[in-house]
């Protein structure tokens, strides 16, 4: 995400997020940017394209 958007959630705080990737280095860096004020609380891979090496991650956040 881009870090507008990061401190624009900060702003707005809610309770919930559900936070899509496919790319799993930046999804971490930003779970870091917001691992104060979320704690994860469910985390899933999806294979959506099975004949390749892609990957969809799935985070659920919950406000702290």
Do not use: G
């Not at 790319?23 to 390749?52: E, G, I, W």
């Amino acid at each position: 995400m881009h870090t507008d958007v990061v401190e624009r959630i900060r702003e707005l705080a809610p309770k919930c997020i559900v936070y899509v990737s496919c790319n799993p280095a930046t999804q971490a860096r930003d779970l870091a940017l917001l691992k104060d004020m979320y704690a994860v609380t469910d985390v899933q891979p999806f294979d959506m394209f099975p004949h390749t090496w892609h990957m969809e991650n799935v985070v659920r956040l919950e406000r702290r």
